[in-house]
């Protein structure tokens, strides 16, 4: 059973950092691309990284590049998301996916796994 379990979110204020972290088990960690996306309330759910499955490659929506870092431990079957200089329209349901290949991928459609998401609030 593949299992994406996300941890990390929480309340900060506006201008604050969190480092979300996502622990991969039951599938081969180290094949695939991960990626970040996530849902605010009334919004469709949207892309936020990706890192290729060696994590030599990431790529970034326009709305988070600059503020954010993504990176994985293919030893801990781990990714993370350090985001900086957080923003109130950064509030959201934040989700890790696992792909379908090891390439980055932006659409949804091309994630296999879900975990089911870790709560970020940013007060202003």
């Known amino acids: 059973q593949v299992q994406l379990v996300e941890s990390g979110g929480g309340l900060v204020q506006a201008g604050g950092s969190l480092r979300l972290s996502c622990k991969v088990s039951g599938r081969t960690f180290n094949v695939y691309a991960m990626g970040w996306f996530r849902q605010a309330p009334g919004k469709e759910r949207e892309f936020v990284a990706a890192?290729?499955?060696?994590?030599?490659?990431?790529y970034y929506a326009d709305s988070v590049k600059y503020r954010s870092s993504i990176s994985r431990d293919n030893t801990e079957n781990t990714v993370d998301l350090q985001m900086n200089n957080l923003k109130p329209e950064d509030t959201a349901v934040y989700f890790c996916?696992?792909?379908?290949?090891?390439?980055?991928?932006?659409?949804?459609?091309?994630?296999?796994?879900w975990g089911r998401g870790t709560q970020v609030t940013v007060s202003s």
């Open positions: 890192v290729s499955w060696n994590g030599d490659a990431t």
């Open positions: 996916a696992s792909g379908r290949a090891g390439q980055i991928r932006t659409a949804e459609d091309q994630y296999s796994y």
